[in-house]
């Protein structure tokens, strides 16, 4: 089934401890996104990417970096992992920049 | 500064009757405004959008409205089913940006 998938489903994690969550989408879209969801701030975008070999920072970039070596897969690492950065993590992806986004199912990190 | 607010973050309503789901933004270079419905433990699914040309779309039992003047929109949801219970975000879209901004999303619950 085409779509997106993440993983983990659900990580605890030592503060300090580098991470990395994965994302891979099968439907060629160009454009991918890392976003936080947290309760009453909606859905904050942390890191973009419109095309394979670029990426971009969203509104909440800090203590996170991405790559994407190619069109499928848009990892995201915390390098030292902090208790607020404690969230729900959704990848997903467009066609192109400006479009409908399809998301994944969601990281739930809980950062001790 | 939110440039999309969705100050309800909570609606309770009976089945069969209206659901009114309310959306405020700031940012008068939006083009373009989706929404899109979450259950627990998925990752948001879209829903219905809209065109800033227009001033309404409908769907089915969705229709979302948009005045521009007043930097509004609403979902209209009838009639309300049990199904529709969810989390509702609301997100704008501009051409030159590259991202989905979103609400903080509003929690509907309808009651059987």
């Known amino acids: 089934i085409a779509g997106i998938t993440q993983a983990p489903t659900s990580q605890i994690l030592a503060a300090g401890r580098r991470m990395t969550l994965r994302c891979t989408q099968d439907?060629?879209?160009?454009?991918m996104y890392w976003y936080r969801q947290d309760l009453g701030l909606g859905l904050r975008l942390i890191h973009y990417s419109n095309t394979a070999g670029t990426t971009g920072k969203g509104e909440v970039p800090d203590g996170y970096s991405v790559s994407r070596a190619n069109t499928d897969d848009f990892p995201l690492t915390l390098a030292s992992a902090v208790p607020s950065q404690t969230s729900v993590y959704f990848c997903?992806?467009?066609?192109?920049?400006?479009?409908?986004?399809?998301f994944g199912q969601g990281t739930r990190l809980t950062v001790v | 500064d939110q440039q999309v607010k969705q100050n309800s973050p909570s609606l309770s309503v009976q089945e069969g009757r209206i659901s009114i789901l309310n959306c405020d933004y700031t940012?008068?270079?939006?083009?373009?405004f989706l929404w899109y419905k979450k259950y627990p433990a998925e990752g948001p699914t879209f829903l219905i959008s809209i065109s800033s040309i227009k001033d309404k779309n409908e769907d089915g039992r969705f229709t979302v409205f948009l005045n521009k003047s007043a930097k509004h929109l609403s979902l209209h949801i009838v009639p309300s089913q049990p199904g529709d219970s969810a989390v509702y975000f609301c997100?704008?879209?501009?051409?030159?940006?590259?991202?989905?901004?979103f609400g903080g999303g509003t929690r509907l619950m309808v009651k059987p």
């Open positions: 997100a704008g879209i501009y051409n030159a940006g590259n991202m989905l901004t």
């Open positions: 940012n008068s270079m939006f083009d373009y």
């Open positions: 997903a992806s467009s066609v192109q920049q400006g479009t409908e986004a399809f």
């Open positions: 439907m060629r879209h160009n454009a």
